[in-house]
């Protein structure tokens, strides 16, 4: 067999997958009573998705702790053990961003492990 006709059959055989993520896997933005729940005051977040826009649309959430905000924009980047990881960044807030209470500093410490 030639090598011409190896490639073609090895390139046969690799056929394209489609990958999607399943409909309530879906990223969408946290409402402000979550944010503020979990430690976050939503008056010090910055660059939080809108929508439309090119990281975002509008949608129908899923849970009550979503806004009607999908992100559509992801990052890729590896994981410490080498495998691909994609995320997103809804908003991001200084030191200030914490709320004064328990969840504040349960969510400040999440911050500073990492």
Known sequence: MSRFASL????SLV??????????????????????????????LEGRRQAPSAAAVLDTPF???????????????Y?????LRFFTVNAGFGPDGFT????GRKARGIADKY
């Open 79 to 83: 994981g410490s053990s080498g495998e």
């Open 63 to 77: 849970y009550s702790f979503q806004r009607n905000v999908r992100v559509i924009s992801t990052f890729a980047g």
């Open 8 to 11: 073609l059959i090895a390139g």
């Open 15 to 44: 056929l394209p997958v489609a990958a999607s993520a399943a409909l309530k896997d879906r990223i969408f933005e946290f409402t402000d009573a979550y944010y503020a729940a979990n430690g976050i005051n939503p008056a010090k």
């Open 100 to 103: 004064a209470d328990a969840a």
